[in-house]
């Protein structure tokens, strides 16, 4: 059994200073193996934000696979976002902007979504999309986990999905793939997908961690539990200080 933990959209420097703590004593207690942190880690790409981010990380206490969001990247310098976005990313968090974990139970890859010429918007690049096709080619006997900042579903009055968000839509289909991870909204939401063989991919959209700013008035994080192919899924909420389990999904996925 694996213990993963999935948290999106921190917004160190625009955060609710006592959430980090609360969640550092919620991993305490749920123990994790492994957690994927899907962007937007800080709010304008700053260094005293990536800073105060970096202790952050140093405090966890099990792996962490992380990706940037388009927070990430300088907003107002127009020249530091299209020439050197990543400058501070690559200096406080990881000089990878995609990253990858395999064992005996699972395989994860986390993409790059960011496009700085965009900002807001994302796109999955021809090179993520080959290199995403490529790592789950042979990993049918895993649960399959990918990951990304942004949505590539529609959601009403609410950002702009991915882009390229119908070929990626049309590979998921088709691909041996379990659960996608995103975040960028600040609004939770699990939803299936079905494939071509009526087999389901499960998608956790994220809510934010920690954000000021939040659509679905908690902020939250999932923690998944897999035995195999089979998956519980739990949504914690912060509510009066702590974060508390507030629902449950289960999900058995076939093989």
């Known amino acids: 059994m694996i213990k993963i933990i999935h948290i999106s959209d921190l917004h160190f420097g625009h955060h609710i200073e006592t959430i980090p703590e609360a969640f550092h004593e919620a991993c305490a207690l749920i123990q994790p ?7 937007d880690l800080t709010q304008r790409a700053r260094s005293w934000q990536f800073k105060a981010l970096a ?25 530091a976002r299209l020439l050197w ?26 993409l790059n979504s960011v496009t700085p010429y965009e900002f807001k918007d994302g796109r999955l690049s021809q090179e993520s999309m080959v290199k995403m096709k490529a790592f789950f080619q042979e ?8 990951f990304f900042h942004h949505n ?60 000021v700013r939040t659509r679905d008035k908690f902020n939250s994080f999932y923690v998944i539990n ?23 999904f289960n999900m058995e996925f076939a093989r």
Request: negative net charge.
């Open 152 to 211: 590539f579903h529609y959601f009403e009055g609410m950002h702009n999905p991915l882009t390229n968000a119908q070929e990626f839509i049309d590979y998921l289909k088709q691909s041996p793939i379990h659960i996608v991870c995103t975040g960028h909204l600040h609004y939770a939401n699990i939803t299936l997908i079905e494939k071509n063989n009526q087999d389901n991919v499960m998608i956790l959209h994220a809510g934010s961690l920690s954000c």
């Open 85 to 110: 976005p990543f400058k501070q990313y690559r200096r406080y968090v990881s000089t990878e902007l995609e990253v990858s974990f395999s064992n005996a139970q699972c395989r994860i890859l986390g």
């Open 33 to 39: 193996d492994l957690l994927i942190i899907s962007g």
């Open 139 to 146: 990993s049918e006997q895993h649960l399959n986990i990918l």
């Open 226 to 248: 897999q035995e195999g192919l089979t998956c519980e899924v739990d949504r914690y909420v912060f509510n009066k200080g702590q974060f508390i389990p507030q629902e449950k």
């Open 55 to 79: 202790e952050f990380l140093a405090r966890l206490r099990a792996p962490h696979l992380v990706i940037p969001g388009n927070h990430d990247i300088p907003f107002f310098n127009s020249v």
